[in-house]
């Protein structure tokens, strides 16, 4: 007993306290910090209650071994999306309809509860948190948007521009004011939170297309990158005033990434479960496709790396080689 309650206290195989024994089989959201350490998301999606975990990995070649992870945590529901917000701060957004922030405490191996608040009505699809990471901005399937204060843990806005479900939102990496959204109704929307009407609608390329995922360009306030169900790629300016639009997917596009290269590059991934990546003329330069399910987060690594990462329904992790030379080599077919 005495040996045993010893191994116990030295903590032997070195794994984080309140870390899970097992990572669900969806992974859902992939998301680098500066330093490059990546928090991971997963949800188990079968039976009768679905429940979730996050996971921090500073070795992201690690990911998703379980005894290899820095820290995690076990969470109530399932996970929509996880994004830093800081360089100890997770926001998640969670399938109970609750906006959750999570800090990393006792040297980045603990996570633990800053709050839990259920605002919204129904599943929680996607959060964004703005550029200084104090403010932040959810979509919900209940069709509402919140602005939060994550110092104040409450809610300052609501907004009902859209009349069914909110698919994404992204606020801007350069003004804290703008943001956009997404809906199933088919509505592509540009908010400016110091305007009395804040909603602004945008043209898509096709009415009667719904967006499905947003990315801001990182260099260019007025720009970003729109993807759709048909599985369309679209770089265009708030005025609409350049456009251009690349079939790049066979089904709706799950999300967006533009790198920290000098001339960004733009990720997709899709339902198709590829990923493609597209130089700044919107052509493709690469294209993989290993997963076997629906790829569901999507993440370059900082400082410029040709890395990207991916993660998806089918408990994969995969860390793509894009380099800058293959922009002149063939796409893989």
Known sequence: MQSATRMTKENRWNIPPNAPACM?????????????????????????????????????????????????????????????????????????????????????RLIVSKFSLHEHDDVVTCVSPTAGGVMAVSGSMDTCIKVWDLNQETVVNTYNGHSSTVSRVSCSPLDEALFLSCGQDGRLLLWDRRKPQPATRLDVVSPSCCATSLAWHPEHSNIFAYGDVLGRVTLRDVQGERVQTLNTHDRSVMGLAFSTHSVPLLASISDDCSVAVMDSQVSEVFRNRQHQDFVRGVSWAPGGADTLTTVGWDHQVFHHSVGLTQSACPVDP
């Open 24 to 108: 669900e089989k969806h992974l859902e959201s992939v998301h680098y910090r500066k330093d490059g350490t990546l928090l991971m998301g997963a949800s188990s999606l079968s039976g009768r209650c679905w429940s979730g975990s996050i996971w921090v990995y500073r070795d992201p070649t690690q990911c998703p071994s379980e005894d290899r992870c820095s820290a995690g945590v076990q969470t109530e529901s399932g996970i929509s999306e996880a994004r830093w917000v800081s360089e100890r701060g997770i926001l998640v957004a969670s399938d109970s309809g609750a906006v959750e922030l999570w800090e990393l405490a006792e040297d980045g």
